[in-house]
């Protein structure tokens, strides 16, 4: 069973950058496909971006497709969403989850979820 762990959320001026991280535990952290969703106030839950347990291929929603970045270090059970050039509309809580099968993020159902953590734009 895999325990995941946000981190990084804060208050970022818009056009700045932040990184969030997600700390799992669990021998099998390194199999698992990993993902992000957020929820803005008001709205509903939303697929974010997803990576292969290999690493080797990432999917991304497109009004964040040149600005985030996700990637992870098995090594460490670590996975991370790297956030470039902010936007208000990026305000939202951020969850990390965790899945068997990668294709699960898209249809919003992975198996396991971290916490969250709020990440507000401002300006």
């Known amino acids: 069973q895999v325990q995941l762990v946000e981190s990084g959320g804060g208050l970022v001026q818009a056009g700045g950058s932040l990184r969030l991280s997600c700390a799992g535990s669990?021998?099998?952290?390194?199999?698992?496909?990993m993902g992000w969703f957020r929820q803005a106030p008001g709205k509903e839950r939303e697929f974010v971006a997803s990576i292969h347990w290999t690493g080797g291929t990432t999917d991304y929603i497109d009004s964040v497709k040149g600005r985030f970045t996700i990637s992870r270090d098995n090594a460490k059970n670590t996975v991370y969403l790297q956030m470039d050039s902010m936007k208000s509309k990026d305000t939202a809580v951020y969850y990390c989850a965790a899945d068997r099968y990668v294709v699960s993020f898209r249809a919003g159902r992975p198996e396991v979820w971290g916490q969250g953590t709020l990440v507000t734009v401002s300006l």
């Open positions: 669990g021998r099998t952290f390194r199999s698992y496909a």
